[in-house]
């Protein structure tokens, strides 16, 4: 039970497995702050060299081949999230209630144009709140 709710924390950061190790292994050490600071120290150092190049992208951004190479890389990126969806979805314990998380959030970022960043925030409290006060008391 505890190493499935530590493959959703380390899931649920962004990144490939180093990240998701980071928020594993900086959890076990040292809780909360040990996952944070394990995580900015394997995610600071790609971000500042994605922020130097972005400072270069200024200039292209509105050039047609990079607008065909963003067109062109968008498959891949829905491929990117449905694989692991796909994959954790087949050991998940999914109800009515947890599939309804996902169509939800799906419907405020397309009909109600929220951000993302808002609901996965509100996403993870929610989780948070629910494991303290409901899913601890009913074991």
Same mark, same amino acid.
């Given at each position: 039970?505890?190493?499935?709710?530590?493959?959703?924390?380390?899931?649920?950061?962004?990144?490939?497995?180093?990240?998701?190790?980071?928020?594993?292994?900086?959890?076990?050490?040292?809780?909360?702050?040990?996952?944070?600071?394990?995580? $900015?120290? =394997?995610? #600071?150092?790609?971000?500042?060299?994605?922020?130097? *190049? /972005? %400072?270069?992208?200024? +200039? &292209?951004?509105?050039?047609?081949?990079?607008?065909?190479?963003?067109?062109?890389?968008?498959?891949?990126?829905?491929?990117?999230?449905?694989?692991?969806?796909?994959?954790?979805?087949?050991?998940?314990?999914?109800?009515?209630?947890?599939?309804?998380?996902?169509?939800?959030?799906?419907? $405020?970022? =397309?009909? #109600?144009?929220?951000?993302?960043?808002?609901?996965? *925030? /509100? %996403?993870?409290?929610? +989780? &948070?709140?629910?494991?303290?006060?409901?899913?601890?008391?009913?074991?």
């Amino acid at each position: 039970d505890e190493f499935v709710d530590m493959l959703a924390l380390a899931q649920s950061a962004p990144g490939p497995i180093a990240v998701n190790t980071a928020v594993f292994v900086g959890y076990k050490i040292d809780g909360v702050i040990g996952s944070v600071f394990t995580t $900015l120290g =394997a995610v #600071l150092p790609s971000f500042l060299i994605i922020l130097f *190049i /972005a %400072s270069f992208f200024i +200039g &292209i951004k509105d050039s047609q081949v990079v607008a065909r190479i963003f067109k062109g890389i968008r498959p891949a990126v829905v491929a990117l999230i449905a694989a692991p969806v796909i994959r954790l979805s087949k050991s998940a314990k999914i109800n009515k209630k947890t599939f309804m998380i996902p169509v939800i959030a799906a419907i $405020l970022v =397309a009909f #109600l144009n929220i951000t993302p960043v808002y609901i996965i *925030i /509100a %996403s993870a409290l929610g +989780g &948070i709140l629910y494991g303290k006060f409901f899913r601890r008391t009913s074991k």
